[in-house]
């Protein structure tokens, strides 16, 4: 059981480069969402996905693209990396509704030089 | 909106010492209640939780009661070991924000000393 698997561990870009980080889920769950987390700021939402079609923003969407074609996946964007996208990003799934526990993917630090 | 507060870091204790790190939150709704554990590079794992008031949730020796009269959830065990040292976050989740999404706390790093 694979849980939530996140692609790659560790990521250099140059400033402007583009990439995907993939995030994959086998549990079959509903909600998929995607994380930064920062020193002394906990774990802020970038974009969330409800089922496959729909996706909405987080608290902090800016330079960043989702998409959920299929139930499994939900790859994250960034379309021009900046130096303040310098974190390490979390995916997270679980099923519908206020009581479920999220699974954690084991994350991918990204440094933008 | 919907916040979650936490004790700031980091904790240093010896093992064996009592811990607790305090959380309240706030809340338009009746939220649930979580503390999720991170291990040193590795992704976060729930730790225990809380679905309504008085509720106390438990595992592998830590406990937090769900208290509404003071909105919060501080999290207790009563001998801490070298293998507890990891960064500790209190969440929050209701159903009436963006289809139930998880609000987080900055996190609470904690060392355990031998």
């Known amino acids: 059981n694979a849980g939530v698997t996140q692609t790659p561990k560790f990521q250099v870009l140059k400033t402007g480069q583009s990439m995907t980080l993939q995030c994959a889920q086998d549990?079959?769950?509903?909600?998929m969402s995607w994380y930064r987390q920062d020193p002394g700021m906990g774990l802020r939402l970038i974009h969330y996905?409800?089922?496959?079609?729909?996706?909405d923003q987080g608290e902090v969407p800016n330079g960043y693209n989702v998409s959920r074609s299929t139930t499994e996946d939900f790859p994250l964007r960034l379309l021009s990396a900046a130096p303040s996208q310098t974190s390490v990003y979390f995916c997270?799934?679980?099923?519908?509704?206020?009581?479920?526990?999220?699974?954690f993917g084991q994350g991918t630090r990204l440094t933008v030089v | 909106g919907n916040s979650v507060t936490q004790m700031e870091g980091p904790v240093t204790l010896s093992e064996e010492a009592f811990l607790t790190i305090n959380c309240t939150y706030t809340?338009?709704?009746?939220?649930?209640l979580f503390w999720y554990v991170q291990y040193p590079g590795e992704g976060l794992q729930l730790l225990l939780k809380?679905?309504?008031?008085?509720d106390k949730g438990s595992n592998k020796g830590f406990e937090a009661t769900y208290r509404k009269e003071t909105t919060s959830f501080h999290l207790e065990k009563g001998s801490v070991q070298v293998s507890d040292s990891a960064v500790y976050f209190c969440?929050?989740?209701?159903?009436?924000?963006?289809?139930?999404?998880?609000?987080f706390g900055q996190g609470t790093e904690l060392s355990v000393k031998p």
């Open positions: 809340a338009t709704g009746y939220p649930s």
């Open positions: 549990m079959n769950h509903e909600y």
């Open positions: 997270a799934s679980r099923d519908l509704g206020r009581n479920t526990e999220a699974f």
């Open positions: 809380a679905t309504k008031a008085d």
């Open positions: 969440a929050l989740s209701d159903l009436d924000n963006q289809g139930g999404k998880l609000i």
């Open positions: 996905s409800v089922g496959a079609g729909i996706t």
